[in-house]
Structures are given as structure tokens and as C-alpha cells.
């Protein structure tokens, strides 16, 4: 018989980090069909991993900013998305929805506000920008005519679709799912 020491085997496990929330802004609503525009809206998409409460982030168009108060419950689950708008009456006309959250005047209490600015989303062109309740840009969408290309935007503005008959009015800007 051999005397043998106690074999000790070392396991590392590769260290795991859940990803940060991704939200983006998934689709926008910019140049609608109805006069004065209170049906626009924007819809943000939660692609991580984990829940997104909105406390404190912001939506900023063509100068004007929204900011989630920071009382505000509202949170978008993972592979989930969330309407704002600035009519909720006018939005439900059009979508057949209602939408979760408005900017600019009270016209729903049901629906929760922002706090700022009425944002504005120019037809021509223009910049909306998505920001964390500490500053950090997340997402961007130029397009239209916008000449001047923001940081978090690569190449050219968006252009509608423009084939055929088809106008501007009423279309709905939608991210590429790729």
C-alpha cells in the first residue's frame, strides 16, 4: 500500500455578468394624418435581459425634453414595449390602443405623464435621443432631412418609405430588427 495526500481539484467557473437593460426607440409615430400632430408618439423596446423601470430617463426631440418622473412606476419588462404620446385620446383614434404613458398637457389622467418640455418631432427631419435617469445617451434615431448626424448615429438620417403613392403622412418609423 501506497500512502496517497487527498487529490484537491480547483474548478473555475467563467464569471457571469447579466447584461445591462437595452431599451431602444423601437418605432416613431412623427408626421401624422391628423391636424396638429397630438397623435405622435414614440414606442421603446426593451431588448435585454432584465426589467427597465423609467424613473428619470429622458426623450429629448429637436430641443425639447420629457423626463420620466421619478415617482413613476412604469417599467418595461424584457422583449417588451411601451407607446408615449402626446394625446392619449387622439393616439387611441388612431393605433386602437391606448398608449402607457403622454408628454405635454394632462389629457388622460389615466395615463401617466412626463415631466418638461411638449416634445417635438419635427416632420422634415430631426433627432430624438433616449437618455438614462444619469445622462448616458442610449439610443438615437435621426431622420428626415436632419444634416447634422448626432453621436450614436451611424451614416445617413432614416428616409421614409417613399415608393410609389405612398406619402409621408401617417407612416411610422420602425427599427430593422437587425
Known amino acids: 500500500f501506497y500512502a496517497t495526500a487527498p487529490l484537491t481539484t480547483t474548478l473555475y467557473l467563467p464569471l457571469v455578468q447579466q447584461p445591462?437593460?437595452?431599451?431602444?426607440?423601437a418605432a416613431a409615430h412623427i408626421d401624422s394624418t391628423i391636424s396638429g400632430e397630438g397623435d405622435e408618439a414614440l414606442w421603446f423596446w426593451n431588448n435585454g435581459a432584465a426589467a427597465v423601470p423609467l424613473a428619470g430617463w429622458q426623450i429629448t426631440g429637436n430641443g425639447r425634453a420629457a423626463t420620466f418622473p421619478t415617482t413613476n412606476t412604469l417599467t418595461i419588462p424584457p422583449a417588451a414595449g411601451l407607446w408615449c404620446t402626446a394625446d392619449p385620446t387622439l393616439f387611441r383614434r388612431t393605433f386602437g390602443l391606448a398608449p402607457d404613458c403622454e408628454w405635454g398637457a394632462d389629457d388622460d389622467p389615466t395615463v401617466p405623464n412626463l415631466s418638461g418640455s411638449v416634445l417635438s418631432l419635427v416632420n422634415?427631419?430631426?433627432?430624438?435621443q433616449l437618455r438614462t435617469p444619469d445622462g448616458e445617451l442610449i439610443d438615437v434615431l435621426a431622420y428626415g432631412n436632419e444634416g447634422e448626424i448626432p453621436v450614436g448615429w451611424r451614416g445617413q438620417a432614416a428616409q421614409l418609405y417613399s415608393r410609389g403613392a405612398i406619402g409621408s403622412a401617417g407612416q411610422v418609423w420602425r427599427r430593422k430588427p437587425d
Do not use: K, S, Y
Open 20 to 25: 445591462a437593460p437595452q431599451l431602444l426607440i
Open 124 to 128: 422634415g427631419g430631426g433627432v430624438i
